[in-house]
């Protein structure tokens, strides 16, 4: 009896493990989904200001590189506040601890995630952790916060560069760790219509007004672009990851039910055979 209550246990156990990650695996599946829609509306968005940005490049400004090595750079790591991301993590801050171990000066870290913070805290490496929490009410807002952030500190040359670094994984796909420079703005776009079109094209006020306009806000749209992205590469991995647990408890559960069966007939079996033995050694 001792041993049919401990498989029943630990059936009832697992069961309750079987509907936690099966309640995290459609949790995910819903906020992948919603996530997908944002990205899909804000891209076009970005590659708009994108578009405009890259018809008055031409003209000097403040984001020009700034080429003293004796500046720091300012690294971002992306990485999540819950576990269940496998290697997500655990990749994103290895590659940036290997990256900041390279410096010739010492960067500063500002990650984005708890679990970045715990695992830098952990190495003994000192981080800004204002902005480790974006908040579950408005994270664009506390995004733009920080990016203009970022952006006043790269105007005041506190920094020599800022980079964003984070992974990138799609559904059926290898995991990928990118590190996306935030600042000095770089883009890589054909911009033959703009030439076409510049011309034509009637700025107001102004050009150089416009540009200064541009800036912040091109920043600001570029850190939650890579925000979206880092969000829906760790609820495709959770996702993944939560099939397998709940596959993995089916399996257990099924394999527990036979031997509950297998352990309850042997004892059955065996008080039969006791009664059959006394009821012979009556008669």
């Known amino acids: 009896m001792a041993k049919t209550r401990k498989i029943l246990n630990r059936i009832q156990s697992i069961k309750s493990t079987r509907q936690i990650t099966q309640a995290m695996k459609l949790v995910s599946f819903a906020k992948l989904s919603r996530l997908k829609n944002q990205q899909d509306r804000t891209l076009p968005y970005v590659n708009a200001h994108i578009d405009l940005w890259n018809q008055i490049s031409s ?3 403040t984001n020009s590189s700034i080429s003293n090595d004796s500046i720091p750079k300012l690294l971002i790591p992306i990485t999540t506040n819950q ?7 655990q990749v994103v801050c290895k590659h940036t601890l290997k990256y900041y171990q390279q410096q010739k000066v010492e960067p500063l870290i500002i990650p984005i995630g708890r679990k970045g913070l715990e695992f830098f805290q952990r190495n003994n ?31 005041q040359k506190k920094y020599s ?42 700025y107001e006020p102004n050009k150089e007004e416009l540009f200064t306009y541009l800036l912040p806000k ?66």
């Open 59 to 61: 003209l000097k400004s």
């Open 83 to 89: 576990g269940l991301c496998a290697t997500l993590n």
């Open 125 to 155: 490496i000192s981080c800004n952790s204002k902005y480790v929490s974006l908040g579950k009410q408005e994270p664009r807002k506390t995004l733009h916060e920080f990016a203009s952030f970022c952006y006043r500190e790269f105007l």
């Open 161 to 202: 560069r800022i980079e964003v670094i984070y992974q990138s994984k799609k559904l059926g796909s290898a995991e990928t760790v990118k590190r996306e420079q935030l600042l000095p703005l770089t883009f890589s776009y054909n911009n033959n219509r703009g030439k076409n079109k510049e011309d034509y094209t009637i």
């Open 218 to 283: 091109i920043v600001s749209l570029k850190l939650y672009k890579l925000w979206l992205e880092a969000l829906i590469s760790e609820h495709g991995t959770r996702i993944i990851l939560t099939s397998k647990a709940t596959d993995n408890a089916d399996r257990l559960l099924k394999e527990l039910k036979i031997a509950y069966n297998k352990t309850r007939q042997a004892i059955v079996t065996a008080e039969l055979s006791e009664i059959i033995a006394g009821t012979e050694i009556n008669n």
